[in-house]
């Protein structure tokens, strides 16, 4: 009988062995539009979009070693952290639903890995019924990839909608989003789903840094000439900039380490 135990206990410390030296890294999906996606991953990105960028195509740098004991209590004692950027512009939570972006996460999810799940910007659009989600619409899809996400053992954050450059009052920055943002707070609480306000966070931060300064430094308004892809300029207050990008993925990872 000795002769059939060697390779039972070699298969045995084999395995033991494995489960030590090998550890899985966790990876943060972001769900949601353009002002969470990443531009770069497109072609011809520098000569087509650049300076355009969703905040999180800046979130990964976040995510260094000496950083990562501030988000344990999230991915628990991990070395490395994937970030996989799924949002795309011009979606809602349904339209992301519908054109399959959401099976393709479900299927891949396993346990340790996080959704970190901000719409709006489309939800909202009634002049665009395509995209259009109302509030219960919009609660009903939330709800749907909060139960998903925990079914395959991950973790689900919610993100109100970060905000817009307008409007400013009396040198504040104000709600844009209706009731979309207190639609995430009540699903949140409904569900008891980690939540981070970045609406509140984001007309905060535009705010204490001034409407010029967010203007001309955060958002894509962009003059003449100075860039490819935007020979003529451009007027936007929705979209980022490097630095606008870079600011939000700073609140978004301050807002995880509480």
């Known amino acids: 009988m000795h002769r059939y135990r060697l390779p039972f ?13 090998y550890q899985r890294i966790p990876t943060i999906y972001l769900i949601g539009d353009s002002t969470v996606a990443d531009y770069s991953l497109e072609d011809d990105y520098d ?12 979130f990964q740098p976040f995510f260094v070693k000496d950083s990562l004991k501030h988000v344990e209590h999230l991915l628990g004692k991990v070395d490395q952290v994937k970030v996989d950027d799924r949002a795309k512009g011009g ?36 002049n665009k019924p395509e995209r259009y989600v109302d509030i219960q619409g919009y609660k ?8 998903q996400t925990r079914q395959q053992g991950a973790l689900p ?15 504040k920055l104000h709600n844009v989003h209706g009731e979309y943002p207190q639609a995430v707070k009540e699903v949140a609480s409904e ?9 509140e966070l984001s007309m905060a931060h535009f705010s204490e840094k001034g409407q010029d300064y967010v203007t001309q430094n955060y958002f894509m308004n962009l003059p003449s000439g100075q860039f490819k892809a935007y020979p003529d300029g451009q007027k936007d207050n929705t979209h980022f900039q490097a630095a606008g990008g870079k600011a939000i993925a700073q609140l978004v990872f301050d807002a995880m380490k509480k």
């Open 157 to 171: 954050i919610l993100l109100t909608p970060v905000a817009r450059n307008y409007p400013w009052k009396e040198g």
């Open 47 to 58: 000569s087509k979009r650049y300076p355009l960028v969703g905040w999180g195509q800046m």
């Open 140 to 147: 009903e899809f939330l709800r749907l990839f909060i139960d």
């Open 91 to 126: 979606r809602s939570t349904r339209t992301f639903f519908q054109e399959g972006r959401w099976a393709a996460i479900y299927k891949n999810l396993q346990k340790g890995d996080v959704v970190m799940i901000q719409f709006g910007h489309n939800d909202g659009a009634v």
């Open 191 to 199: 569900m008891n789903v980690k939540l981070i306000d970045l609406n």
């Open 9 to 21: 206990f070699i298969s045995v410390l084999s395995l033991i062995l494995t489960s030590f030296s």
